[in-house]
């Protein structure tokens, strides 16, 4: 494992050859798509807006825990935390 | 219609055909259905691509479809359409490994949108799909399940990490299928399984569902063994999602139509780049005739440079580890999934969980990531690789400026044979050295068949497309495909 990440960070050392300083780190695509390709429907109404801060239905309690290792039915069950 | 001798009925027609056919009653799902489940029952011991089989829920759904064509009521474009999904996405009561053992036996309360959609529309879902565990992996060979194998060659790779949705079209065990692609994942395999695959735009088709593993770059997308089968599926599964805070809400267009445009005047691109050191001269001179059968339909072939590509790889794999390091927390033994037995404190339970539950390939990059993003590191590796892929995206908008398409082969080499990497994982990672690009950009892109090489091996041809260009990128794939059969 060792020897595999060190040629993995090997490989990516080559990054190093670049002078990006001056260039703004871009996290996620959709910030800039609008930017980059305009469109005057989507304009109006925003690429990825987000919707409205009001309560929807989620996902029912049984089915969730049904899932769980361990459960009493409304927690989920874990080993003990503070050892003595 | 056409019967086959292997007793597929589908063979020979379009989905758009065979939905046609089922609403009409031509065609009857509960048929159609059986003849996809008995071929899988008869191959997939050898292919490996099932990790699941709904049987009894898709012959059921097939009959009520029918009953449906019966009553004359108004049945979606694909019905009765067999269909299977990828395992890193969510289906409500079947499980979804995404080939981990740590997902073993797990049974998603919810279902993702765009399976959600198909189902909608009247396609039948036969069942999930194996593939490398978490999506991480560009040859199957990392699934907690085994190897899928190459249909075109069963001592070689799919691809992957989409390796079981490649296959199973290949294979003829479903009609279409929905797989995942991060870094080429989607596109990567059609390459190596002689198929269709179609990466979206980033924000084309909600991720509501999918088990994330990077998810500024993560993107659900079809296979399917036309380019217009793979529009239509598109068209199906594409569109705003409430569910999905990226997705967009920019209107869908008919995939179909544009898929069957003519192409002339269009603008293809060949960027220098990739046809470069390390590709495979066979691959090199099968795309090569692919573009000349391009030029031949009346595209205007045009040199363009994307000078950073080399960059792209080491890009990819700063960033999709940080984002795998973080998603990939939320496995930890107490909510859902495997736990070890036999713990007596919290913190070994944690511990124990993710040891036994996680691959080798997985903890790899989950150690890479947290290495990427911690104090020390971070601007020596994730800030500049966030930077970098600025230029990588800057470097396709300039170029989009002369061109409507990019043309480039899939992969650089044909499918490699199963073991021939797993040592080295630098050289696997070279496995999407084409692929990852788009990815970083969040341009659309498709991977299509354009040749074989003198063994026989499947070769594809990438072509990508500007953000929501999908239509373009249709258009011409069916040229190139069209091209072969002329």
């Known amino acids: 494992m060792g020897r595999d990440l060190n040629a993995i960070l090997d490989y990516i050392a080559q990054l190093n050859e670049l002078d990006v300083a001056n260039v703004q780190p871009l996290a996620q695509i959709s910030e800039v798509v609008l930017e980059m390709t305009p469109d005057v429907a989507v304009a109006q109404v925003g690429e990825t807006t987000l919707r409205d801060d009001t309560p929807v239905p989620c996902l029912e309690r049984a089915p969730v825990m049904q899932e769980a290792p361990e459960t009493d039915g409304s927690f989920f069950k874990v080993p003990q935390v503070i050892g003595r | ?486």
Do not use: W
């Open chain 2, 1 to 486: 219609m056409r019967t086959e001798a292997n007793g597929t009925i589908s063979v020979g027609m379009t989905l758009q055909e065979l939905g046609q056919s089922v609403i009409s009653g031509r065609v009857k799902a509960a048929e159609l259905v059986n003849s996809y489940l008995q071929r899988i029952e008869a191959r997939n011991a050898k292919i490996n691509a099932y990790l699941s089989v709904a049987s009894e829920d898709a012959r059921r759904t097939a009959e009520d479809l029918d009953a449906a064509a019966r009553r004359g009521d108004p049945l979606g474009s694909l019905a009765g359409v067999p269909v299977a999904i990828k395992d890193v996405i969510a289906i409500e009561g079947m499980t979804a490994t995404a080939g981990s053992r740590i997902l073993e036996g797990y049974k998603p309360p919810y279902t993702a949108t765009a399976v959600r959609r198909l189902k909608e529309a009247g396609a039948v879902v036969l069942g999930k799909l194996n593939c490398d565990e978490f999506a991480m992996g560009s040859s199957n060979e990392n699934s907690a399940y085994g190897v899928v194998r190459n249909p075109a060659a069963l001592d070689r790779v799919p691809g992957g990490s989409s390796g079981g949705s490649a296959a199973a079209v290949a294979a003829e065990l479903a009609a279409a299928t929905l797989g995942t692609d991060t870094g080429g994942s989607i596109r990567q395999p059609a390459s190596f399984c002689g198929v269709v695959g179609v990466l979206p735009t980033y924000g084309r088709v909600s991720r509501y569902g999918l088990i994330a593993f990077a998810s500024s770059l993560d993107r659900i997308g079809p296979f399917a063994r036309t380019v217009e089968d793979a529009a239509m599926v598109l068209g199906v599964i594409a569109g705003h999602d409430p569910l999905d805070a990226t997705s967009s809400r920019r209107p869908v267009p008919d995939y179909v139509a544009e898929c069957h445009r003519p192409v002339e005047g269009l603008r293809v691109g060949v960027p220098a780049e990739y046809f470069a050191e390390g590709l495979d001269q066979e691959v090199k001179l099968t795309v090569q005739r692919a573009i000349d059968s391009l030029r031949a339909q009346g595209c205007v072939i045009t040199p363009v440079s994307l000078p950073h590509t080399r960059y792209a790889v080491p890009t990819y794999y700063v960033l999709a580890t940080a984002e795998a390091s973080a998603n990939l927390e939320r496995f930890d033994g107490v909510r859902y999934g495997y736990r070890a037995p036999e713990v007596k404190t919290l913190s070994d339970m944690y511990r124990e969980t993710r040891d036994r539950g996680f691959g080798r390939e997985v903890k790899r990059r989950i150690l890479l990531g947290t290495y990427v993003l911690s104090a020390g590191y971070y601007d020596a590796y994730y800030r500049k690789g966030q930077q970098v892929r600025r230029v990588l995206a800057e470097d396709f908008l300039k170029a989009f400026e002369k061109v409507d398409v990019i043309v480039t082969p899939t992969a650089p080499t044909p499918a490699f044979r199963i073991g021939e990497k797993t040592d080295d994982p630098v050289s696997m990672y070279l496995a999407d050295i084409y692929t990852v690009t788009a990815s970083l950009a969040g341009i659309c892109g498709i991977s299509v068949p354009c040749g074989v090489s003198s063994e026989g091996l499947p070769i594809g041809a990438q072509i990508l497309g500007p953000h929501f260009c999908e239509g373009t990128v249709f258009r011409a794939a069916r040229a190139i495909e069209q091209g072969q059969t002329v």
